[in-house]
């Protein structure tokens, strides 16, 4: 079992900038990705970025260029620098690790006022 925690999401202006941070715990040996998604009010879940082992990033094209995915192996943790934010970005933001399975974080909620 992983046990997966986020953190900082909150209130921005347009504009600004957020943080957010993710950990894994329990049984991470073997973790082959971390990422992060979204689900905005009346819509589906989707991808926003994910880290592999290698290193190797992919982000959602809504996002490029303003998100930064990163992670620190050693503490199986995973960030999520988000700037120029618009009110599209606006959701849940929940931290995804793929070992064999997904496990899901209870997800932090972002909200950007315009």
């Known amino acids: 079992q992983v046990h997966v925690v986020e953190s900082g999401g909150g209130l921005v202006q347009a504009g600004g900038s957020l943080r957010l941070s993710c950990a894994a715990s329990?049984?991470?040996?073997?973790?082959?990705?971390m990422g992060w998604y979204r689900q905005a009010p009346g819509k589906q879940r989707e991808l926003v970025a994910r880290i592999f082992k290698s290193g190797g990033t992919n982000y959602a094209d809504s996002v490029k260029g303003r998100f930064t995915i990163s992670s620190d192996n050693a503490k199986n943790a995973v960030s999520l620098q988000m700037n120029s934010l618009k009110p599209e970005d606006t959701g849940v933001y929940y931290c995804n690790v793929i070992r064999g399975m997904n496990y899901w974080g209870k997800g932090t909620l972002v909200t950007v006022s315009s």
């Open positions: 329990g049984n991470i040996f073997g973790i082959n990705s």
